[in-house]
T-cell receptor
Framework: AQSVTQLGSHVSVSEGALVLLRCNYS??????LFWYVQYPNQGLQLLLK??????LVKGINGFEAEFKKSETSFHLTKPSAHMSDAAEYFC??????????????FGKGTKLSVIP | GAVVSQHPSWVICKSGTSVKIECRSL??????MFWYRQFPKQSLMLMAT?????????EQGVEKDKFLINHASLTLSTLTVTSAHPEDSSFYIC????????????FGDGTRLSIL
């Protein structure tokens, strides 16, 4: 079984400040991990993915995430927040099981607000 | 690349009617497509998984006779909400994936369904 916990349903940062969105996962096998962003009334856009290559993964829009097996974490960071980063962020895990369908399990999401 | 088109983006209809939502992968072949439902301020709830040419696999609690899914080709899946009622009003999102477990799902922009 797999699960995802996103700490903090709402995070506020000032424009230009560091963004840190937390994600912890549980998986019985080595996981595949993803971060998605959702803007209002839209679908989800892939920010980055971890698939057992480099533990530090760089994504789009200046975001990156680090896979830490010992902490079962995959936190998302961005050095300097921009107003356009305000959105809902979802962490998701797939452990490669599910009879080939490889379903994603999503966290509950973290809403990021950026204060000018 | 990896564009998923979902249509329509917004539907308002009377109770008792059926509504069809299309999900197309525009620039890749989707071996698997997923249908999600999202309630306000919540995460995505997986409704069903479909592989091309096979019957969809529904999640527990999802009525297969109410939510008909057809995955007739590698680029098209449809969700038909039959005899829709106000409680079916929601945001429905499809996603498509090609390849194995490490490949991300690519999402459509969602369909806002409002049943009067």
């Amino acid at each position: 079984a797999q699960s995802v916990t996103q700490l903090g349903s709402h995070v506020s940062v000032s424009e230009g400040a560091l963004v840190l969105l937390r994600c912890n996962y549980s998986s019985s096998v080595p996981p595949y991990l993803f971060w998605y962003v959702q803007y209002p009334n839209q679908g989800l856009q892939l920010l980055l993915k971890y698939t057992s290559a480099a533990t530090l993964v760089k994504g789009i829009n200046g975001f990156e995430a680090e896979f830490k097996k010992s902490e079962t974490s995959f936190h998302l960071t961005k050095p300097s927040a921009h107003m356009s980063d305000a959105a809902e962020y979802f962490c998701a895990v797939s452990d490669g099981t599910g009879a080939g369908s490889y379903q994603l399990t999503f966290g509950k999401g973290t809403k990021l607000s950026v204060i000018p | 690349g990896a564009v998923v088109s979902q249509h329509p983006s917004w539907v308002i209809c009377k109770s008792g009617t059926s509504v069809k939502i299309e999900c197309r992968s525009l620039d890749f072949q989707a071996t698997t497509m997923f249908w999600y439902r999202q309630f306000p301020k919540q995460s995505l709830m997986l409704m069903a998984t479909s592989n091309e040419g096979s019957k969809a696999t529904y999640e527990q609690g999802v009525e297969k006779d109410k939510f008909l899914i057809n995955h007739a080709s590698l680029t098209l899946s449809t969700l038909t909400v039959t005899s829709a009622h106000p409680e079916d009003s929601s945001f429905y999102i499809c996603s498509a994936r090609t390849g194995g477990a490490g490949q991300p799902q690519h999402f459509g922009d969602g369909t806002r369904l409002s049943i009067l």
